[in-house]
C-alpha cells in the first residue's frame, strides 16, 4: 500500500469521524410548546404569543426517587437534538418549538439534565452480595432521605440549628433552610433515564438521554438577582424574558403556521415594546417541520 494511498485512507476516516461527530452538534437549545396541545396548532399558537410577549414559563416537573418520593419544582425544558434528527421527539412533544441561542439558555443559568440510572442496586445472590450498578441512584437517594428529614426536624421546631458540644450555633436555621433550598435546586436537573436493568442490557432499546438530551432552566435567587427570571406576582411561576438576539428560528407544524407566525412577527412592528418591535423589524426564519433535514 502506497504512503499516498495510506494518507489518503486516513483523511477520509478522519473527514468521516469528523462528519458524524458535527452531525450531532446542535446550535439550537429548541423548547417544544405545550405537549398536551401537541395535536391543536390553534392552541399552541397562543401559547407561542404569550412566550414571545412575556417570556418562557415554568412548568411543574416531577424528579422521582425511590419508594415513591418525589421532589416538585417549576423548570423550563429544551432538547439539544439537532432538529433533522428529532422525529421520535415530535412525535411526543409536537412540532411547534423555538430554537434558543444556547448562549442565552447558559447565561439565564441552563444547564444540561443529569441523567442518571434509575436502578436500585440489590442483593445478587453471588459471590459479588450487592450490585454496583446504579450507585448514583443509590447515593442521590440517600441525600434526599437526608434533605427530608432535615426538612421535618425544621418544620416541626421552627428554631432547629446544629450546635457544638459547648452549645454554640454552628450552622444556623437559615443556614439550614438555605442548605434545602440548594438540595432541592440541584435535584431539579436530575432526570431518570428508564433503566430497566440488565435484562434491558444488549438489546435494541435507547437509553432516554438519546432520545431527549434535555437541558433545563430552574429558577435561583442568582437568576431572580441578575434579573433573568421574573417571579409571577403569585409567587407560582417565574418567566425568562428574551430579545430577538437570543433566538435562532421557530419550528412550526405546518405551511399555514407557518404564515401565521410571520404574520404575527409582522404585525409586531406596531408594539410599543422596543423589544417586541426588534422581533416584527427582524423577523425570525419560520420553518416547516417538513424542511428539517435542511437544518
Not at 79 to 99: A, M, Q, V, W
Not at 179 to 185: D, E, G, L, V
Amino acid at each position: 500500500m502506497s504512503i499516498q494511498w495510506k494518507f489518503q485512507r486516513s483523511f477520509y476516516n478522519y473527514r468521516s469521524n469528523i462528519e458524524v461527530f458535527m452531525s450531532a452538534i446542535s446550535e439550537n437549545l429548541i423548547h417544544f410548546l405545550a405537549r398536551n396541545d401537541k395535536d391543536s396548532p390553534n392552541r399552541q399558537f397562543n401559547i407561542f404569543k404569550a412566550i414571545i410577549e412575556n417570556g418562557l414559563r415554568t412548568s411543574r416537573v416531577q424528579i422521582k426517587f425511590s419508594e415513591g418520593s418525589s421532589v416538585f419544582n417549576q423548570i423550563i425544558c429544551f432538547t439539544d437534538i439537532p432538529l433533522r434528527e428529532c422525529n421520535e421527539h415530535t412525535s411526543i412533544y409536537g412540532k411547534f418549538g423555538i430554537g434558543f441561542k444556547k448562549s442565552y439558555v447558559k447565561n439565564a443559568g441552563g444547564n444540561p439534565a443529569r441523567y442518571f440510572l434509575d436502578y436500585m442496586p440489590g442483593q445478587t445472590g453471588t459471590e459479588s452480595i450487592v450490585e454496583s450498578r446504579g450507585g448514583l441512584y443509590f447515593n442521590l437517594c440517600e441525600q434526599y432521605k437526608f434533605m427530608n428529614r432535615l426538612d421535618e426536624c425544621l418544620r416541626n421546631n421552627p428554631d432547629f440549628a446544629l450546635f457544638d458540644h459547648e452549645g454554640n450555633i454552628v450552622v444556623t436555621n437559615e443556614q439550614l433552610k438555605d442548605q434545602i433550598a440548594s438540595f432541592i435546586f440541584a435535584f431539579s436537573f436530575d432526570k431518570e433515564m428508564g433503566d430497566l436493568g440488565p435484562a434491558r442490557d444488549e438489546t435494541s432499546e435507547i437509553d432516554l438521554y438519546y432520545k431527549e438530551r434535555e437541558w433545563r432552566l430552574v429558577p435561583s435567587k442568582l437568576a431572580e438577582i441578575s434579573g433573568a427570571a421574573i417571579l409571577s406576582p403569585d409567587n407560582q411561576f417565574a418567566y425568562y424574558k428574551f430579545h430577538r438576539k437570543d433566538v435562532n428560528m421557530v419550528v412550526v407544524p405546518n405551511e399555514e403556521m407557518r404564515a401565521t407566525v410571520l404574520n404575527y412577527f409582522l404585525s409586531l412592528k406596531t408594539s410599543n415594546e422596543p423589544r417586541l418591535q426588534n422581533f416584527g423589524e427582524n423577523v425570525l426564519p419560520v420553518i416547516n417541520y417538513d424542511d428539517l433535514q435542511k437544518w
